[in-house]
């Protein structure tokens, strides 16, 4: 799980990336693209420390920064979207796998919170 989970998050950051090509050449979409660079190629930089986590506590402290990253991935999609810079269904496939990497983090959190309370 962890290896493929890696697989997916780096490519999160990749795609985003040649999205990024697509973009008119103005201000806005400037700005734009440098957040939404940081943001989603931080996705999967971030998980492969959480693989090399030292301890449980390292462990969830990492993947919080994965789970942030990943939601402001998804936010700055959105609003690439909703501005009309990029077209809906060319921003889908990124957005749906950038969401089910969230829902897989969030629950990787909810057990390993309620592992840690149970110690």
Do not use: H
Request: with cysteine.
């Amino acid at each position: 799980m962890r290896e493929e989970l890696k697989k997916r998050t780096k490519r999160i950051g990749i795609e985003t990336i040649l999205l990024l090509d697509e973009l008119p050449n103005k201000p806005s979409a400037w700005e734009l693209a440098k957040q939404i660079t940081r943001s989603s190629t931080s996705i999967g930089a971030n998980y492969r420390a959480v693989c090399r986590a030292k301890s449980d506590a390292d462990f969830i402290n990492k993947l919080k920064i994965v789970e942030e990253e990943t939601d402001e991935t998804i936010y700055w999609l959105e609003i690439l979207e909703e501005t009309g810079l990029i077209e809906s269904k060319r921003i889908e496939n990124i957005k749906k796998e950038a969401e089910e990497v969230l829902a897989i983090v969030v629950a990787s959190l909810k057990t390993m919170r309620a592992k840690n309370r149970k110690s």
